[in-house]
């Protein structure tokens, strides 16, 4: 007998880690019976944990039986969520600049409703075939969509983390929607781009067809943190299994109860020593940290990022003692030597800093600067090198903020390419019906 629609259901996951290089984990990750959801926070001084934390607490309420349509209930929720976070910014203007990406699937009985915006993604594994069922809203994905340049170029490209839309509690921070045909056998991945940039495709395959769920979120959080772990990794996995399937005990979504993990349960229940598991109705888990690696410092030689102004005793013991008589004239040399080496160490920096070229604004207009951004006393590192015709307000809103910031150039050529991209963008912004496109990524553009 064959059956023609057999009922499905699904099995589920989430693991966090906050990676090598950071101290605060932005990323939150939601799973359950019901809901599977990403939110990747960003703003580093204005609370990106903040963002993400407001948005999952608000997505979270779909995490109960459905009225009416999923697409619907998801457009709504990612609504009420921007709102929140034009709220907390309204209440604490410190926090503006914060910013999340959600993404979340939910589960209406046959299928899932997906809702996107951001650069965190979605991948289906199906039959050994890994699909991406997002798309980035981002620099270069616009880059790889005009076929400037190829998805592989895209992964190392300089700005691949140049987001173009996402949460920022603005009026125009519209999701892409869509519905998820599932088949017996899927395993679906929502991934914060610590997990995306650090692992190709097909690592990626390989870890999310491990032998379980479990297995294969701690494989793929670990391979992340082994590619360089220089951001927040977040994965949530599910696996689509017959609705009589028999549960398996050992999975760590087999109690039913909601897993939630990163910056949301962090902020909602604050670490105490033994607060493993907790909170009425199993939804306050703390955050699954993986401790796969060690953290290290930014700089990687670092000698102890816990204890940054300790010297290495070794480094003491072998520090040579002038002899006592000449001391004075060791001292003289010293402090010579020292003001020679900042004079020509100056001037080298300085040299150096003018061959750097970054794209930022100037007088409303894009404009590209020589030199680097760093707000010093008295010292002038930056200049205008070019002011082109692109106004400010002829790009995405997103895209206006990143200008605003400085974009980083490799070189002079790099930061006329990125100038060229603009300006595509600027033209397609152009056009009306591009911009009026629903979930356009023109939104904010004039
Ligand atoms: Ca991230």
Redesign the pocket.
């Known amino acids: 007998m064959v059956e023609t629609n057999p009922a499905l259901t699904y099995r589920y996951t989430a693991v966090t880690d906050v990676g090598r290089r950071r101290t605060v984990n932005q990323?939150s990750g939601y799973a359950s019976s019901r809901l599977l959801v990403i939110a990747?926070g960003m703003g580093g001084a204005a609370a990106g944990d903040l963002a993400s934390a407001e948005a999952m607490q608000v997505i979270q309420r779909l995490d109960a039986p459905l009225q009416g349509d999923a697409l619907q209930a998801l457009a709504g929720a990612v609504h009420r969520a921007n709102e929140r976070i034009a709220e907390v910014i309204e209440d604490d203007p410190s926090v503006n600049g914060m910013g999340t990406t959600l993404t979340a699937m939910l589960w209406y009985g046959e299928a899932f409703g997906l809702a996107h915006i951001g650069d965190s993604r979605g991948y289906r594994l199906r039959d050994g075939e890994l699909t991406q069922i997002t798309t980035d809203h981002t620099f270069v994905q616009e880059l790889v969509d005009q076929g400037q340049i190829s998805r592989e170029q895209a992964h190392h490209h300089p700005h691949r983390n140049l987001i173009m839309r996402v949460l920022v509690g603005g009026d125009d921070n519209e999701p892409d929607l869509e519905v998820i045909e599932p088949r017996v056998g899927d395993r679906y991945m929502l991934c914060?781009?610590?997990l995306s940039d650090m692992i190709d495709d097909p690592a990626i395959s390989e870890a999310l067809g491990a032998e379980n769920i479990d297995m294969a979120a701690v494989e793929l959080v670990r391979r992340a943190l082994e590619g360089g772990g220089s951001?927040?990794v977040t994965c949530v996995l599910a696996e689509v299994v017959p609705a009589d399937a028999p549960a398996d005990p050992n999975l760590a979504g087999a109690s039913e109860a909601p897993m939630l993990v990163g910056a949301a349960s962090e902020l909602a229940h604050p670490p105490s020593p033994d607060s493993d598991v907790g909170g009425a109705g199993g939804a306050g888990r703390r955050s699954d940290d993986t401790d796969e690696q060690p953290p290290v410092g930014d700089d990687p030689n670092d000698p102890d990022p816990n204890y940054p102004n300790s010297r290495d005793p070794e480094e003491l013991r072998y520090a040579p003692r002038a002899p006592r008589r000449f001391r004075w004239l060791f001292r003289l040399v010293v402090a010579v030597v020292i003001l020679g080496g900042l004079v020509v160490a100056g001037k080298f920096a300085y040299d150096w800093t003018q061959e750097q070229y970054f794209v930022s604004e100037s007088d409303g207009h894009v404009a590209i600067y020589r030199g680097v951004q760093a707000n010093l006393p008295m010292v002038e590192l930056e200049s205008v090198y070019e002011v082109t015709e692109i106004e400010l307000t002829s790009l995405p809103t997103f895209a206006q903020n990143q200008v605003r910031d400085g974009i980083e150039s490799r070189d002079l050529s790099d930061a006329f390419s990125d100038v060229q991209s603009l300006r595509d963008i600027a033209e397609k912004c152009a056009d009306p019906k591009q911009a009026a496109k629903p979930g356009s990524e023109c939104q904010g553009a004039s």
């Open positions: 990323d990747d914060s781009d610590g951001d927040n």
